[in-house]
């Protein structure tokens, strides 16, 4: 497995691993997302990739020393195979330092607070009614972490 930074021509793969993991994510993606953030000039989207792409991160810089963890989603058939902690490690080491990293997590998803928890961050607060969970309108809170490189 290599990791590499997401091109033009990775989309549809990233839009369907991304579908894949809203189900315990409660991040929905809209259509075309996917090529906004590896178009855009303050995003770094990562992709891991064997023959296929098997997971990416998509990571948005918000100031000179801060960025915002957008998400990081693997193929649901390769779930806890250390592919989400690979991409991890080469963001932190694409990143300046020192810097922030802020991420939320939906509050059931306990999964992915172990992850990010096991790999360093630190619970800061929870923001109510973060995520909406379903056409209803239904809302769930996001518990917000923190990576602080230096």
Do not use: H
């Not at 930074?5 to 996917?34: K, M, Y």
């Amino acid at each position: 497995m290599r990791v590499r930074v997401a091109a033009a021509g990775d989309e549809q793969v990233i839009a369907a691993i991304a579908c894949q993991a809203a189900t315990v994510s409660r991040v929905l993606w809209e259509p075309g997302r996917a090529a906004k953030e590896i178009a855009a000039a303050q995003s770094l989207v990562l992709v891991a990739q064997t023959d296929v792409v098997i997971g990416f991160l998509a990571a948005r810089r918000v100031a000179e020393d801060e960025w915002e963890l957008d998400m990081i989603a693997v193929d649901a058939s390769l779930w806890r195979g250390g592919v989400g902690s690979s991409l991890l490690r080469e963001f932190f080491a694409r990143v300046s330092r020192p810097c922030k990293i802020y991420l939320e997590v939906a509050e059931s998803n306990l999964v992915a607070q172990e992850f990010y928890k096991k790999s360093g961050a630190k619970p800061v607060f929870i923001r109510k009614d973060y995520y909406r969970t379903d056409e209803s309108g239904s809302q769930e809170a996001a518990c917000v972490l923190l990576f602080q490189l230096s």
